[in-house]
C-alpha cells in the first residue's frame, strides 16, 4: 500500500492533482499545507504552515504521519499519468522492499531521469517510490535541489535504487 504526499499552498490545481492520484484499497492521501479541505474520503490532512521551499518543508512533516508500507509524493500543480498505481504495483512485485525511480514529464517534453543516477537536475520528487523505512529515509533540504538531497540522504545503496522507464509524472499542468 502507498502513501501518497501532497504538499499544497492550496492552488486551484491541487483538485486536478487529486483526481490524477488512482488508490487502491488500503492506499492513503495526505494532503500537507494550512487549512486546504476537500470532500475526497480518500484524503488525510496534515497542518502545516508554509516552508516556501518547493513543499520540502510539508513532506518532512508529513513523512512520520504516513501509515503504509511506501510513500511518494507529488506537488499540488503536477498530475499523475494514467495508468500510474498499476506501474508502482508492479514495482513493488517486482523489486519489494527497495526504492524505484520511475520518469517525469515537463510541459515542454523534457524527461527526466536522463540516465540512471541520482544527481541534482536528474531526479525529482514525483518519480519516487520509496519503501516508508523511516530509518533509511533521507531529510528534505530547504533549497532547490532537496529532493536529490533527500535521495542522497537515504540509507540505500546506489544499486539499491530501480530505474523504470515509465513517466508516471506531469509537471505543471501538463496534461
Sequence with gaps: MISFI???VGRPSLAACLRS?????????????NGWRT???RVRYVDCAPGGDWGHTERNVATPHARCRYIAHIDDDDTYAPGHRALMADAIAK??????????RFPNEITLWR???????NVGTPMFLIPNMPTKL??????VGGDCAFLEGCAW???D?????EVIALLGHNV
Design 95 to 104: 523489486a519489494p522492499g527497495r526504492p524505484v525511480l520511475f520518469r517525469m
Design 39 to 41: 470532500k475526497d474520503p
Design 157 to 159: 545503496k546506489a544499486e
Design 161 to 165: 535504487y530501480v530505474w523504470r522507464p
Design 21 to 33: 492520484i488512482e488508490t487502491l484499497l488500503g492506499d492513503e492521501i495526505l494532503v500537507v499545507g
Design 138 to 143: 533521507g531529510v528534505w533540504k530547504s533549497f
Design 115 to 121: 540516465d540512471p543516477a541520482i544527481y541534482c537536475g
Design 6 to 8: 501532497v504538499p499544497t
